[in-house]
């Protein structure tokens, strides 16, 4: 699995993107109001899904190597809005707590049979942590205070989401096509799309990619979480196999 964070850190700032996240929520006047990045959620949705998330992937770990997901856990929001920031933050010990139990090489189910990220705790935690940073950044949008990502998060973003959310046997139902994500302060990757999946490899090979994108760490893994279009970025070669690759859902 390629990182540039150690299982330590990942823990680490796991709990430090929830407790941001929880910042951003008390900051809110309202949990009614839609979320921008999220249209179909308002922000007690949000509070809701990360809480019950957690709590969710803690027992996915605790259950250790498997073929299906334990049971769903069930944790409903608190009505009292005060009590949510230690819901909140109960729900980010479970999950904290299991994965350090674990540790990184513990086997676990995952969503992601067939990519390049392994079923295992430490990639799990990797996993969480994005989804913390992105929805983290959700809830600051929201309350109207966005911060910029931390770097050392965003860093790590762009090879997280390729080797997990893009790596794939599934058959690419287009022409064959390389695409390159450039950052300005992280390594760049190649994700290559043909009959036999996607893959993505660093860094690329001196052949011209299809097409090619190119920003920060931050304003990449923004796009790449769909918070940002891909105009948002320099964007060069035939661009629309972006946008083939954003419609894309690969068989599971």
Not at 111 to 118: I, Y
Not at 205 to 212: D, E, L
């Amino acid at each position: 699995m390629h990182t540039t964070l150690s299982f330590p850190d990942l823990l680490r700032l796991i709990d430090e993107r929830s407790t941001a996240f929880r910042t951003a929520v008390a900051a809110a006047p309202s949990l009614d109001v839609q979320v921008p990045t999220c249209p179909e959620w308002t922000l007690a949705d949000l509070v809701h899904h990360i809480g019950e998330g957690r709590r969710r992937w803690a027992a996915i770990v605790q259950a250790g190597p498997a073929d299906a997901p334990p049971p769903p856990v069930t944790a409903e929001l608190p009505e009292d809005r005060a009590a949510h920031s230690e819901w909140l933050a109960e729900s980010t010990r479970q999950l904290v707590d299991a994965l350090a139990q674990a540790g990184p090489d513990q086997g676990c189910w995952t969503w992601w049979p067939a990519s390049q990220s392994p079923r295992t705790a430490g990639a799990v935690a990797r996993h969480q942590l994005q989804q913390l940073l992105v929805h983290t950044y959700d809830a600051q949008l929201t309350a109207g205070t966005p911060h910029t990502l931390p770097a050392e998060i965003a860093r790590d973003g762009v090879a997280e989401f390729l080797t997990t959310c893009c790596a794939t046997t599934s058959p690419w139902p287009h022409a064959p096509a390389t695409l390159d994500f450039l950052t300005t302060d992280a390594p760049a990757w190649r994700l290559t799309l043909s009959a036999e999946g996607a893959r993505a490899t660093t860094p690329p090979t001196a052949t011209p990619p299809t097409a090619s994108v190119e920003g920060t760490a931050e304003e990449v893994v923004l796009y790449l979480h769909g918070r940002a279009p891909v105009s948002s970025l320099k964007a060069e070669g035939d661009v629309t196999v972006f946008g083939r690759l954003e419609e894309w859902e690969p068989e599971a």
